[in-house]
């Protein structure tokens, strides 16, 4: 054998050996992951056993018992999102998952606390495992599990889904019409001035949207728009929600309009702070659209011209304070109420994103116990938290220059501040 030949297998060797040491570390970090994930079901579902148990002590009577429940429950999750800055939804969401898979499917939590599947797995079958009729459910069990164990989770979904199918003995086009009830559409903020706008409706409509945008951008792209595919889906889409313009129109007049385009059919009632040098056209600092975040100068005048009801806030460049707040809304609410929303932006509840506008306006200290109605004493809270705030063990101190004092009913402390000054 030549040297090189030695020298190749010796190599050989080293990269086989190195690759075994990787794939053994990461199957153990992933293993260890998965114990982890089973422990924290466990904890969860005993939180959310506790919140049970104690719902008639920690809330008022006043309440009906199935809301003591719901309250309680929802306290719990608020002080384990606020220790660990998490979202609170994402938390009650954890803690739903979590008792189904600790009360509906032990032998699942078993094989995830002994590493044989992950968590992706063990919530993939508990989904399917919700609408499966109790009778089936040991079958389900018996028949999905040996499949995790060695299965990927796409596997897996598409398995556990047909047979959820099978043994489910509520008719297709039941299920379909309970399902249709929880259509809706949802905007995520993405970087740059962006947006996704995600629509939750049943398949026909959503394939047939998606058809009708496919129509309008390819008869676009044989008239010789340069755009891609997929801009000019993006762009019809837009179009037809906002101008109303359909596929007949583009055969008949084939380019679809830009985006500035569409832009201009844009009437909201926002709010829109501005640096004053932005104003001015003598800075491009951002400004900032309420409910989204940065977007550019030139893009906010536009909005701006054609919005019919529009807060303008001009602040100083270089430490956020407010200069002026116009006033030609349509409905211009109590200064008081609205330097409030100004200064806290969201609810001021730890960890909350709610918007400001569509909070409560809470009396730190009670008017009944001589609070007073001033910036120094109102705050934004939504109403899950307004309500959550009067619960045994939940107190609020209001501090100089809004700063808020949390104490949760297990003794930890969390400060909120107002809303920042954008970036």
Known sequence: MSESTTSAARAGDDYAAQLAEFSDEYAEICRQQAVLAARTARLLARSAAYADAFADTVVPAAFPPAERRALSRRSTCAALAMATRIPE????????????????????????????????????????????????????????????????????????????????????????????ADRRVEVEPAADGMAWVHLFTTAPIALGIAERVDAAAAESRKAGDTRTCAQLQADALAALALTGVTPDDVMSSPVLPHP?????????????????????????????????????????????????SFTRILVQPETGAILSAGRNQYRVPADLQRAVCLRDGTCRAPGCGRRARACDLDHSVAWDDGGTTDVGNLACLCRHHHRMKHLPGWNLDHGP???????????KHHRTEPDPAPF
Request: aromatic share 2%; with cysteine; charged share 25%.
């Open 401 to 411: 220059g809004g700063a808020l004092e949390w104490t949760t009913p297990d003794g």
């Open 89 to 180: 939804q994402t938390v009650q969401r954890a803690t739903n998952d979590a008792e189904a898979l600790v009360n509906d499917a032990p032998a699942v939590l078993e094989s995830l606390e002994a590493g044989r599947i992950s968590a992706r797995h063990a919530k993939t079958i508990t989904d399917q495992l919700c609408d499966v009729p109790t009778d089936g459910r040991a079958v389900f069990l018996a028949t999905v599990l040996p499949v995790a164990e060695q299965a990927t989770d796409a596997e897996l979904r598409r398995r556990a889904r047909v047979l959820r199918e099978r043994l489910h003995p509520e008719s297709i086009t039941s299920r379909s019409k309970r399902s249709e």
């Open 260 to 308: 500035i385009e569409v832009q201009e059919h844009i009437k909201p009632t926002v709010q829109i702070t501005v640096p004053a040098l932005s104003m001015a056209g003598v800075s491009d600092a951002p400004a900032t659209l309420d409910g989204y975040g940065p977007i550019d100068p030139e893009t906010a005048a536009r909005i701006a011209v054609n919005a019919p």
